[in-house]
């Protein structure tokens, strides 16, 4: 079961925020949560805070264990810029772009991911079976083309009786 929890309009830049993912990607909910809260970043307890409310999310919504959390996913995508003004010399205005990213957590179950390895085996069957069906319209092609030969030698015979019999006239 795949839970999420997103945060909208944080107001750093999406790229200062993606260099903290890379360690926490893939580990434990409890694990990432200890990793933020003694990370250097300014940015590490905001998402600390988000990784806290999925966790929330996923006991109270889903009842899942909260020891058998990880984090599947973290991005965070660009948001809204605000454009603001700063003045410069000669009564000029320069622009400031104040950069916002939504930032969306994925948790999932470990549990849950055997559980759907088990599944996942019957359609593979299916694919098998598709295989097949799709390597039929091909077989069928090849009796098109024997019969557009067949065509071709009933034409070629046909243009030989014509020719006999301008040859009987």
Do not use: H
């Amino acid at each position: 079961m795949k839970v999420q929890a997103r945060l909208n309009r944080y107001r750093r830049s999406a790229q200062k925020v993606r260099e903290i993912f890379p360690v926490i990607k893939g580990l434990n909910a409890m694990d990432a949560l200890l990793q933020l809260e003694y990370s250097k970043r300014g940015d590490a307890l905001d998402i600390k805070k988000l990784l806290e409310s999925a966790v929330a999310n996923a006991i109270n919504n889903f009842k899942l264990k909260k020891e058998d959390l990880f984090v599947e996913n973290i991005l965070a995508e660009e948001g809204k810029t605000m454009k603001r003004w700063r003045p410069r010399a000669y009564g000029r205005a320069a622009r400031i772009l104040k950069r916002t990213c939504d930032i969306i957590i994925t948790l999932e179950d470990k549990n849950q991911d055997a559980e759907e390895g088990a599944e996942q085996e019957d359609p593979s069957i299916d694919k098998e079976k598709e295989t097949k069906e799709a390597k039929k319209p091909a077989i069928e092609k090849k009796k098109l083309v024997e019969d557009k030969k067949d065509s071709s030698d009933v034409k070629k015979a046909s243009k030989e009786v014509e020719t006999k019999k301008k040859e009987d006239k």
